[in-house]
C-alpha cells in the first residue's frame, strides 16, 4: 500500500473510530480496542499520530511498542521517551496523558495483562527477536 492509500485507511479508521464512541466497527480491526495517540517527534517537532491497540491498568492505557512484530521498535516510542505528553482519545473522549515506558516487573505485569486480552500479541516477542517495550499512559489531572 502506498502512503497516500495508507493514511487514506488510517482516515476512514479514525473516521468509524470518532462515530462510534471510540469503537471500530468495520474491517478487519472490528472489534479491537484502539486508541489513536498523538506525540510530538523526537527528532522533527512535528505532531504525529498513530493508531494503536489497548489494554487497560486501572485508570491507565496500555499499548505495546511491538510495531507490528517488527525487528525494531516503532517510532512512536522515541516520540514518547523525548516528549512524554500526549494526547490520546479512546473510548469516545480525548485528552492528555503522560507516557511512560515501563520497566522490570511492572513492564512483565503490563505485557501479561496485554497478552490476556489481545493474544495475537503473544507471538511478538520470537517473531521480533526483541524485547517488547511496555508503554503506559497515565491520563492528566
Known amino acids: 500500500m502506498d502512503a497516500d492509500a495508507v493514511a487514506n485507511w488510517e482516515d476512514q479508521l479514525i473516521a468509524d473510530m470518532r462515530a462510534h464512541g471510540g ?13 489513536i495517540m498523538t506525540s510530538t517527534g523526537a527528532k522533527s517537532g512535528e505532531r504525529r499520530r498513530a493508531i494503536l491497540t489497548f489494554s487497560r491498568d486501572g485508570d491507565d492505557y496500555v499499548i ?8 525494531t521498535d516503532p517510532a512512536w516510542l522515541a516520540n514518547v521517551a523525548a516528549n ?17 515506558v515501563a520497566a522490570g516487573a511492572d513492564r512483565d505485569r ?12 503473544a507471538a511478538y ?7 517488547i517495550p511496555m508503554v503506559r499512559l497515565t491520563p492528566s489531572g
Not at 516477542?125 to 524485547?131: H, I, L
Request: a negative charge.
Open 84 to 100: 512524554p505528553e500526549v494526547t490520546v482519545e479512546a473510548e469516545g473522549r480525548t485528552f492528555e496523558a503522560t507516557a511512560s
Open 23 to 35: 469503537a471500530v466497527t468495520g474491517g478487519p480491526l472490528a472489534g479491537h480496542p484502539l486508541l
Open 64 to 71: 505495546a511498542g511491538s510495531a507490528a512484530g517488527a525487528p
Open 110 to 121: 503490563l505485557w501479561d495483562g496485554h497478552v490476556a486480552v489481545n493474544p495475537h500479541f
Open 125 to 131: 516477542p520470537e517473531q521480533s527477536g526483541r524485547v
